[in-house]
């Protein structure tokens, strides 16, 4: 269609049907998600969730079957095993996978919440004693909070000053130490002490009884664990755990709890 002349105005043809249709699309192909009202009335708040949905959501991020803590080399830092860390480490969780740590860094709030959920409800693994102390010194302002701790106990008494500072860890709901059967005495007398200054650490007596009571102890070898002798119960899980038991009824006189 040509262009057509009228006295005092010019008239040109319109775009087609199709043109208007694109050009409409294109406008909104191009306008920013944040400046679309839909986004603006579609926000989700995490924080609008009740506590019961949010602590879901920790869960869900935090929870492990275990932590297993490492000591990182000649550092005295603690980490996750190599196949189970995802890269990077975040300040004052030194063991968490990058994607868990930035939701603590989120808010105040947020951390206040979430981190009674990471130490209280994992149970933390330590494959050897010296693995310990990194973690304490690095989350110490946390350690009330540990309640599960699980400790492989080595053939040699280095370890010992460092299995005493668990005794720091008031929170404890139970406490699995993994001791290897031996024939040396003088190994059982150090653990003996060892455990013995774990369970009196800045307890008066009524509450390191009660902690005694959380203890297992559990016969570790290559070839797996064996349930052996338990603080808690009178009667021997095995019958070649005759050193365990008399461990623990080493540490009962000890205490005073028979």
């Not at 868990?100 to 004693?129: D, M, W």
Request: aromatic share 8%.
């Amino acid at each position: 269609m040509s262009s057509s002349v009228w006295p005092g105005m010019i008239i040109r043809p319109g775009p087609s049907a199709g043109a208007k249709k694109t050009a409409r699309s294109t406008r909104k192909r191009k306008q920013s998600p944040m400046t679309n009202p839909f986004w603006h009335t579609q926000v989700f708040r995490f924080m609008d969730l009740p506590p019961e949905l949010r602590e879901l959501v920790y869960e869900e991020v935090f929870l492990r079957k275990s932590l297993r803590i490492l000591r990182d080399g000649d550092s005295a830092r603690a980490r996750l095993p190599a196949d189970e860390k995802k890269g990077g480490q975040s300040h004052g969780h030194p063991f968490l996978a990058p994607n868990g740590a930035s939701l603590l860094c989120v808010s105040r709030q947020i951390h206040s919440e979430a981190t009674p959920i990471l130490y209280s409800k994992n149970t933390f693994e330590f494959p050897h004693a010296l693995a310990v102390p990194p973690l304490l010194a690095q989350a110490q302002t946390y350690v009330p909070l540990l309640r599960n701790v699980d400790v492989v106990l080595g053939q040699i008494v280095a370890g010992m000053p460092e299995l005493e500072l668990l005794g720091a860890c008031t929170g404890i709901h139970s406490m699995v130490l993994r001791c290897p059967i031996t024939n040396s005495d003088r190994y059982y007398e150090i653990l003996a002490k060892a455990i013995e200054r774990v369970v009196r650490y800045r307890r008066p007596c009524e509450a390191w009884r009660a902690f005694f009571a959380k203890i297992t102890l559990v016969d570790f070898d290559r070839h797996g664990d064996r349930l052996v002798a338990s603080s808690s119960s009178s009667s021997a899980a095995h019958s070649d755990s005759e050193r365990l038991q008399k461990l623990r009824k080493t540490l009962e006189a000890r205490l005073g709890l028979i």
